[in-house]
């Protein structure tokens, strides 16, 4: 993984924690980087051709909206479309 990569997962984790109440070794061990890179990028071609909502996009993700919004950022994945 890139260093954008990187901390795009470094802050899904840290949100995820926050947003689910999971400790964030537990999620780490749950989620792979692969795992979330393929989460995110099936997400957001989902939310680009209208199928999701961002809040539903949100909400598949386990992560509040301004975290989504970092991620995606970090990710170079445009949130409008």
């Known amino acids: 993984m890139q260093i954008k990569q ?28 692969d795992a979330f890179e393929t989460l995110i990028i099936d997400l957001h071609r989902r939310y680009a051709a209208g199928e999701i909502s961002i809040g539903r996009f949100s909400e598949l993700a386990g992560v509040a909206h301004l975290e ?7 990710l170079e994945l445009p949130l409008h479309t």
């Open 68 to 74: 989504l919004w970092e991620i995606l950022e970090l």
């Open 6 to 33: 990187m901390a795009a997962y470094e802050q899904f984790l840290e949100a995820r924690a926050l947003y689910t109440g999971q400790p964030k070794g537990h999620l780490s061990d749950s989620i792979s980087p």
